[in-house]
């Protein structure tokens, strides 16, 4: 192994992120999947599924992208699921040891009285549990003890036992009820706890720098699928950054590595609502603000990873400038290293030649033009004196990526049936 990455600290950090930084599902994953944990194991389920179980859970509202979705799955019966379901469920699917877990997130807010479709579709046991578990945490208050409303809560669910939710599901939740500590850990266990609890072992996953990659990739769409603008973004980056490299002669260590940082450089963006990332026109101050915070929280979720220190801080440090006109750290030139430098010119590269909301993407000569008159003096010009011979290719190369990204994105968003 290049990079001594475990995948449960990688983890980890990307679903504490989700949990605390997100402003829509904040606490939200943590407490279903404590929920969920304990029904599961009240239920029996076997190392692999429980393992299933409480990932799923941690991951389960990734395809709820904007703050409309999040007041919509607030209803006990979600009118029309299949939207988040579907593209959360896509997304992890992408990491192929994930492809259970991928079904229990594609299917939990089933109900339990559409019998057909639940044995049509080969509803995983544990969409139920989700679900189940979904839908209490949705009606506990986060600013009033659980144990307080526990009443309220099994009243409520009780009328919708059998038609929304299954029946031998619900009479283990009313025995767990009666514990206290059940209501004890929605309120107080850490996510870091939780996750110890998922065998990660069960999974088979080769501890090797392609699956790295693949699952770095992975939880890159969770960021880039917020908008099909930035679908493949990350996955241009790090081509780009990783040829960079390759070209200026690095160590294989340190190619890797950047690859690698790239791939993660936006992961702060889970920070950043929906309707600021695609908002047509030019941001406010105070809305750019907020924008500027997401290369602060990449490094954020970053530093926790043990082994990845490096990579945190070169992804981290991709909005940095040598001119100190960049952000968040106003780092010194001295301290904006090649491997920095190799990642922003990526990152501009690959963005120029992207549309966005507010702008269409530039044709290869403008995009060059545009770094040699607004980027090399303030990233640096040996980057860019190595970008320049290579800038066709490259531009043909991210060009296939968009278009395979794409079409995987449009395939998850509007299924052809």
């Given at each position: 192994?290049?990079?001594?990455?475990?995948?449960?600290?990688?983890?980890?950090?990307?679903?504490?992120?989700?949990?605390?930084?997100?402003?829509i599902l904040k606490h939200h994953h943590r407490r279903v999947a404590i929920i969920a944990?304990?029904?599961?194991?009240?239920?029996?389920?076997?190392?692999?599924?429980?393992?299933?179980?409480?990932?799923?859970?941690?991951?389960?509202?990734?395809?709820?992208?904007?703050?409309?979705?999040?007041?919509?799955?607030?209803?006990?019966?979600?009118?029309?699921?299949?939207?988040?379901?579907r593209l959360g469920a896509g997304i992890i699917s992408s990491f192929t040891p994930f492809?259970?877990?991928?079904?229990?997130?594609?299917?939990?807010?089933?109900?339990?009285?559409?019998?057909?479709?639940?044995?049509?579709?080969?509803?995983?046991?544990?969409?139920?549990?989700?679900?189940?578990?979904?839908?209490?945490?949705?009606?506990?208050?986060?600013?009033?003890?659980?144990?307080?409303?526990?009443?309220?809560?099994?009243?409520?669910?009780?009328?919708?036992?059998?038609?929304?939710?299954?029946?031998?599901?619900?009479?283990?939740?009313?025995?767990?009820?009666?514990?206290?500590?059940?209501?004890?850990?929605?309120?107080?266990?850490?996510?870091?706890?939780?996750?110890?609890?998922?065998?990660?072992?069960?999974?088979?996953?080769?501890?090797?720098?392609?699956?790295?990659?693949?699952?770095?990739?992975?939880?890159?769409?969770?960021?880039?699928?917020?908008?099909?603008?930035?679908?493949?973004?990350?996955?241009?980056?790090?081509?780009?950054?990783?040829?960079?490299?390759?070209?200026?002669?690095?160590?294989?260590?340190?190619?890797?590595?950047?690859?690698?940082?790239?791939?993660?450089?936006?992961?702060?963006?889970?920070?950043?609502?929906?309707?600021?990332?695609?908002?047509?026109?030019?941001?406010?101050?105070?809305?750019?603000?907020?924008?500027?915070?997401?290369?602060?929280?990449?490094?954020?979720?970053?530093?926790?990873?043990?082994?990845?220190?490096?990579?945190?801080?070169?992804?981290?440090?991709?909005?940095?400038?040598?001119?100190?006109?960049?952000?968040?750290?106003?780092?010194?030139?001295?301290?904006?290293?090649?491997?920095?430098?190799?990642?922003?010119?990526?990152?501009?590269?690959?963005?120029?030649?992207?549309?966005?909301?507010?702008?269409?993407?530039?044709?290869?000569?403008k995009v060059m033009e545009t770094i040699k008159n607004e980027y090399k003096g303030i990233?640096?010009?040996?980057?860019?004196?190595?970008?320049?011979?290579?800038?066709?290719?490259?531009?043909?190369?991210?060009?296939?990526?968009?278009?395979?990204?794409?079409?995987?994105?449009?395939?998850?968003?509007?299924?052809?049936?």
């Amino acid at each position: 192994m290049i990079y001594d990455l475990k995948m449960f600290d990688v983890m980890s950090a990307f679903i504490n992120a989700i949990d605390v930084v997100n402003p829509i599902l904040k606490h939200h994953h943590r407490r279903v999947a404590i929920i969920a944990y304990y029904l599961g194991e009240a239920c029996g389920l076997n190392s692999f599924q429980q393992s299933n179980l409480i990932l799923a859970c941690s991951l389960h509202d990734i395809g709820a992208l904007t703050v409309k979705d999040s007041f919509e799955l607030k209803e006990l019966d979600v009118v029309n699921p299949e939207a988040h379901e579907r593209l959360g469920a896509g997304i992890i699917s992408s990491f192929t040891p994930f492809e259970h877990m991928s079904k229990i997130i594609r299917h939990h807010h089933v109900k339990a009285s559409d019998k057909a479709i639940n044995d049509e579709l080969a509803v995983p046991y544990e969409s139920f549990i989700l679900h189940l578990a979904d839908r209490i945490e949705i009606l506990l208050k986060t600013d009033e003890l659980a144990l307080n409303q526990k009443v309220y809560v099994i009243t409520t669910l009780s009328e919708l036992k059998g038609s929304l939710f299954d029946e031998r599901i619900f009479r283990v939740f009313l025995d767990l009820a009666e514990k206290e500590q059940f209501w004890f850990d929605i309120d107080y266990m850490s996510m870091h706890d939780l996750l110890e609890k998922v065998d990660f072992e069960c999974f088979s996953i080769k501890n090797n720098i392609e699956t790295v990659n693949d699952l770095v990739a992975t939880l890159s769409k969770v960021i880039d699928y917020k908008s099909r603008y930035t679908a493949a973004h990350s996955a241009r980056v790090a081509h780009v950054a990783f040829r960079l490299a390759k070209q200026m002669n690095l160590e294989d260590k340190v190619c890797s590595g950047i690859k690698l940082a790239a791939y993660m450089h936006d992961f702060g963006k889970i920070a950043i609502p929906t309707e600021i990332l695609e908002k047509p026109t030019s941001l406010t101050k105070e809305e750019f603000n907020i924008m500027k915070t997401h290369p602060y929280y990449t490094y954020e979720i970053l530093k926790h990873v043990k082994g990845i220190e490096e990579l945190a801080m070169w992804a981290g440090s991709h909005h940095e400038k040598l001119d100190n006109s960049g952000y968040p750290k106003k780092t010194k030139a001295q301290n904006i290293g090649i491997e920095i430098q190799i990642i922003i010119y990526a990152d501009i590269f690959s963005a120029l030649s992207e549309d966005r909301p507010y702008r269409s993407s530039m044709e290869l000569e403008k995009v060059m033009e545009t770094i040699k008159n607004e980027y090399k003096g303030i990233v640096g010009s040996t980057v860019y004196e190595v970008l320049l011979p290579m800038a066709e290719p490259l531009f043909c190369e991210i060009k296939e990526i968009r278009e395979t990204i794409n079409e995987e994105y449009d395939h998850i968003i509007h299924p052809v049936n």
